[in-house]
């Protein structure tokens, strides 16, 4: 099965950092394995970016721990800031001087000719130990050119202390909630808790098409020769069912762009009884909420799903030293090194048999574990839509269409049709697709 390159257009927030110093290794003497040899002393040029100065410091600590075990192998460390990595990458690549390892969230068609096949060296069900729908990104036909590091998931948050104050219980994780259900418990608590809110919901096309992945449509097919699946009337259905949820339960004003109402600030505050965004604000939400929170259960119209990003470790070719390189990320994206990455850097592992990970927060925990499961019964399209690099094309559409069709600037019908067109021209200006 062919896969496109997943990418955290939607999740992931470009990082200033300036490089960082190499960290050095003991040295010493390897047993000789099979070609391409590991030479006795091996500096792997390491390429990555980051979140947070937190997510360096982890790096170095795992640096480290892989050098005490594999004496003679160090590793030079550059951070570069996210907007500028894809062009510095492809320019090292195109230069012929190409990382050993490099971090990445996008497979561009530039870089994969050069990137090594980790089938070839581990087999090609090596890629199964991981998350189905980001693990797929990481497939080109027969080949696997990425491995999995971390993932981010789309999820609802609740206010559980709203929740006990109106005495309304919330469904376990494996029973969930339909949309109807949710809808109406939340409404109960903000009335009987006193809470302005019932819902809150990021204003952006990343949160919105969780909401499209949950009523059992999505934009792009799963496998080539790749097509547009939406259908017109559907989708106008699916826009018309948002906006009168955004209408009664949501800020008003929150969608059309005429309310100043931050839906984070809103839920932290207790403002609201949930929220609906992702993994990467569980780290806000330890720090900023004063009252007891949960992840999930989300809710579905038809269909369970979550939306996946995350980032990948590739190497390539190219590279001075291909096999220790090889050896170090297949060590990193194993369970024991992903669970300490993960705690790290308050990251989902991508690698399912990481485990539960203790985040040193109860509640965080709890999040970011029902997350994970939350992607695990995600149907693959939460993860090939935006793979898929027609999908450039369509986000700012989705945007636009959507606050257009809350302002009535337009029709649920025209936003539909706009958002159609605008993935229909992306598969043409996408050569590959």
């Not at 050993?100 to 199964?128: C, H, M, S």
């Not at 080109?140 to 590091?149: E, Q, R, S």
């Not at 096999?323 to 990320?329: N, Q, S, V």
Request: aromatic share 10%; hydrophobic share 40%.
């Amino acid at each position: 099965m062919t896969m496109r390159s997943l990418s955290r257009r939607e999740f992931l927030l470009g990082a200033g950092a300036t490089a960082a110093g190499g960290v050095l290794a003991a040295c010493g003497t390897t047993s000789t394995p099979t070609t391409p040899t590991t030479p006795t002393k091996t500096t792997l040029n390491v390429l990555w970016y980051v979140n947070s100065d937190q997510e360096t410091v982890v790096m170095k600590s795992l640096f480290n721990e892989y050098a005490k075990s594999h004496p003679g192998v160090s590793f030079n460390l550059q951070v570069v800031p996210y907007d500028n990595y894809n062009s510095k990458l492809a320019q090292l690549v195109a230069g012929g001087t190409p990382p050993d390892v490099a971090k990445t969230t996008a497979l561009r068609p530039e870089i994969q000719p050069f990137l090594v096949d980790f089938a070839q060296y581990y087999g090609k069900d090596w890629i199964n130990q991981f998350v189905k729908i980001f693990a797929a990104g990481g497939e080109l036909a027969n080949k696997v050119i990425a491995a999995p590091l971390d993932v981010t998931a789309t999820g609802i948050f609740l206010n559980k202390t709203a929740f006990d104050k109106a005495g309304v219980q919330i469904p376990s994780e494996n029973k969930g909630w339909t949309y109807t259900e949710f809808l109406g418990a939340i409404k109960e608590v903000a009335d009987k808790a006193q809470i302005r809110f019932p819902l809150v919901w990021d204003v952006t096309a990343g949160r919105w098409i969780t909401y499209l992945y949950q009523n059992g449509q999505h934009v792009f097919s799963e496998n080539p020769p790749y097509r547009v699946t939406l259908n017109q009337a559907q989708l106008a259905q699916v826009i018309q069912s948002f906006l009168s949820m955004a209408n009664n339960y949501m800020p008003k004003g929150l969608w059309t762009g005429s309310s100043s109402d931050n839906p984070e600030q809103l839920f932290l505050s207790g403002q609201a009884v949930a929220w609906m965004s992702g993994s990467w604000n569980v780290e806000s939400l330890v720090t900023g909420a004063n009252f007891e929170w949960q992840a999930g259960p989300t809710p579905y119209v038809t269909t369970r799903s979550s939306v996946v990003g995350g980032d990948y470790l590739i190497s390539f070719k190219t590279a001075h030293a291909v096999k220790p390189a090889i050896d170090f990320i297949k060590w990193l994206t194993a369970p024991q090194a992903q669970a300490k990455y993960a705690k790290g850097t308050m990251y989902i592992p991508a690698n399912l048999h990481a485990g539960k990970v203790n985040y040193g927060n109860a509640m965080a925990s709890q999040a970011m574990n029902v997350l994970q499961s939350e992607l695990k019964v995600s149907p693959l399209y939460a993860g090939t839509d935006s793979g898929n690099l027609a999908m450039q094309y369509v986000w700012d559409t989705i945007y636009s269409s959507i606050t257009q069709a809350a302002s009535g600037s337009i029709t649920p019908d025209q936003a539909a049709a706009d958002i159609i067109q605008a993935a229909q021209t992306g598969l043409a200006k996408t050569p590959h697709s």
